[in-house]
């Protein structure tokens, strides 16, 4: 089984900044897509933004300038980091990775922390 465990959220001022990241543990051979989607009260999750193992990046487009996704491959972790925060970018932010492992294919969800923005 591969577990995703997520830190950095917390609660920020409109125009701070704020580091997410999340490391996957587990026997992994590999880790193809990692991404951060994101879940407002009362909205669907959305797809905040994706990067795949060599490194190409999709980003939504209301956080498109503002946020940068990145990755250490050798830690298997993942970072989100987010600047120019806005009030609509609280949300509880979800981290997801997709691989292989000697178990086979495996596409796993972190238990998702908290992001508030302030007005």
């Known amino acids: 089984q591969v577990q995703l465990v997520e830190s950095g959220g917390g609660l920020v001022q409109t125009g701070g900044s704020l580091r997410l990241s999340c490391a996957a543990s587990?026997?992994?051979?590999?880790?193809?897509?990692m991404g951060w989607y994101r879940q407002a009260p009362g909205k669907q999750r959305e797809l905040v933004a994706l990067?795949?193992?060599?490194?190409?990046?999709n980003y939504t487009d209301s956080v498109k300038g503002r946020f940068t996704i990145s990755r250490d491959n050798a830690k298997n972790t993942v970072y989100l980091q987010m600047n120019s925060l806005k009030p609509e970018d609280t949300a509880v932010y979800y981290c997801?990775?997709?691989?292989?492992?000697?178990?086979?294919?495996?596409?796993?969800w972190g238990s998702g922390t908290q992001v508030t923005v302030s007005s």
């Open positions: 990067i795949a193992n060599g490194g190409i990046t």
């Open positions: 997801n990775a997709q691989g292989l492992t000697r178990s086979g294919f495996f596409n796993s």
């Open positions: 587990g026997i992994i051979f590999r880790t193809n897509a």
